[in-house]
């Protein structure tokens, strides 16, 4: 695989389930991101890691918790959604943080 | 006023036309621009870079207005795939988090 993968691409959830979503980088970058794209918003960035380090959370609400095992792999864990942060949420890495960023394909999420 | 700030459009260009958009950014001292394309139901893909000295590529230019303060895309000879959205995305100086504009929906006619 090349790129920026994510799993799964799309998710339907209810407010009370737990679930996770999967980002895989195979480009050696050393930063990650995790994005939310809403309609009519500009993408939101939520949280960066770098070199395995939290260096921002933007002001999420605590029942999105993000996890970088390595500089290749990043989940959001997500429990108790409300309906309004169902959206596109969107991985994406780059070399140093000021680099252009490479998306992956998202995942498209549904809150009940 | 936004950081940065696009015309959501939608742009309507028939096929073969020249077609232009401009994104204004509120940091004078931003340091990072970038375009990104966005094609429906996909994720964001870089464009291109915008340089001091502006940047072509192919049928693209991209420009930087340092005085007003915004970036431009050119696009000649538009074609059906260039239908998108497209994202202005800015680094502003003091903060290295990327700062993306709403976007700016174009459709080529044919």
């Known amino acids: 695989e090349t790129g920026v993968t994510q799993t799964p691409r799309h998710l339907v959830m209810g407010m009370t389930n737990k679930k996770s979503l999967k980002c895989e980088q195979h480009?050696?970058?050393?930063?990650m991101y995790w994005y939310k794209q809403s309609a009519k918003k500009p993408l939101e960035l939520m949280f960066v890691?770098?070199?395995?380090?939290?260096?921002e959370n933007n002001s999420v609400p605590s029942r999105f918790s993000p996890e970088c095992p390595n500089s290749s792999h990043l989940f959001l864990h997500l429990h108790t959604l409300q309906p309004e942060d169902s959206a596109l949420y969107l991985c994406?890495?780059?070399?140093?943080?000021?680099?252009?960023?490479?998306f992956g394909p998202g995942t498209r999420l549904t809150v009940l | 006023r936004k950081e940065v700030e696009q015309d959501p459009g939608p742009f309507n260009v028939p096929e073969g036309a020249t077609v232009a958009f401009n994104c204004t950014y509120s940091n004078s001292a931003s340091q990072s621009f970038f375009w990104y394309r966005q094609d429906c139901r996909k994720e964001p893909k870089l464009l291109m870079s915008?340089?001091?000295s502006g940047n072509e590529d192919g049928r693209f230019t991209a420009q930087l207005n340092r005085a007003s303060q915004y970036i431009s895309l050119l696009i000649r000879d538009s074609k059906l795939s260039d239908s998108a959205t497209y994202l202005c995305?800015?680094?502003?100086?003091?903060?290295?988090?990327?700062?993306f504009g709403t976007g700016t929906r174009l459709t080529i006619i044919p």
């Open positions: 994406a890495s780059s070399q140093d943080r000021e680099e252009s960023l490479f």
């Open positions: 915008v340089y001091s």
């Open positions: 480009l050696g970058h050393n930063a």
């Open positions: 995305a800015v680094v502003p100086f003091g903060n290295e988090k990327l700062t």
């Open positions: 890691y770098n070199f395995k380090e939290q260096t």
